[in-house]
């Protein structure tokens, strides 16, 4: 029996006929799209498309070099979300290469290394290294900062990254300053009640939860269910995010009021003991 012939998913969802940069515009979609699916394979394959255009608006047409070496660190991060990390770093390695070679200004090159260390400081999380990660990513940080201020989405990034890792090491007031940076950062870029930075104040909310802050926790919670309210967009919200399914979401509020009335009942035993002395 013959075994069905390779499908490109990048082929499937651009037309050819389009012009480069359409094609790029239309990938760019259902990139998001698909990173939303958690659809690794098919990002890769979009992101490899991507590059391929990129190559022929730089050699065939003359396009700047600083979106094609851009090209290269998506793919990277692509294979990185993937699992696939040798060929992350090679692609990686090859955006610093290509960005050695070029011939672009001093703003551009610094503009180029943020996204660099940015990749790193992933590629170096999906790697499972996530003590490695904070040096890069924290190193962006501080370039952010210093370039285009606290309300840019590069700075927002590393901010959430360090969060992740901080997180995954258990150090949750280290998670919590950072995942809070990233959602101010976040609403000064979109309003308050956009999907993006309610899904920050739920991640933000789940690591106070995780350092008993019961009260704090169970407050971001609800303003960011009321936010998703306002705006309408709660059915958006994904399941990743927001607490997975009705029955742990119900679950996640009753631990959190619980441990609020645990919280105020510590406080009045308290109060009592000092009545007393």
Avoid at 49 to 75: C, G, S
Avoid at 160 to 184: M, N, S, Y
Wanted: glycine residues 6%.
């Amino acid at each position: 029996m013959c075994g069905r012939p390779f499908a490109s998913v990048a082929s499937e969802l651009v037309d050819e006929s389009f012009h480069p940069l359409e094609q790029l515009e239309i990938l760019d979609v259902k990139v998001a799209d698909l990173q939303g699916l958690r659809d690794a394979d098919a990002v890769v394959e979009c992101r490899i498309k991507q590059l391929a255009l990129h190559r022929v608006l730089r050699y065939l047409y003359d396009f700047p070099l600083q979106p094609l070496i851009r090209a290269e660190v998506a793919l990277a991060e692509a294979y990185a979300m993937g699992g696939f990390h040798q060929q992350a770093r090679d692609h990686l390695d090859m955006a610093r290469e290509a960005s050695d070679g070029g011939i672009m200004d001093d703003t551009q090159c610094q503009m180029l290394h943020v996204d660099f260390l940015l990749s790193d400081g992933e590629i170096c999380i999906a790697e499972g290294r996530c003590d490695e990660a904070r040096k890069p990513l924290t190193e962006a940080v501080r370039r952010c900062r210093e370039m285009f201020g606290e309300a840019d989405a590069r700075g927002e990034r590393a901010h959430r990254l360090l969060g992740k890792v901080a997180r995954d090491l258990g150090q949750f007031p280290k998670a919590i300053t950072h995942f809070t940076a990233a959602h101010a950062a976040c609403c000064k870029r979109v309003h308050a009640d956009s999907l993006e930075a309610v899904k920050l104040q739920l991640q933000l909310a789940e690591m106070q939860h995780s350092a008993q802050s019961f009260t704090e926790a169970l407050r971001l919670q609800e303003e960011a269910i009321e936010n998703l309210e306002i705006a309408g967009t709660a059915a958006d919200l994904s399941d990743d995010v927001e607490i997975e399914g009705k029955e742990e979401k119900e679950d996640k509020d009753v631990k959190l009021k619980k441990g609020e009335k645990e919280e105020k009942e510590e406080n009045d035993k308290n109060e009592e003991k000092e009545e007393k002395e």
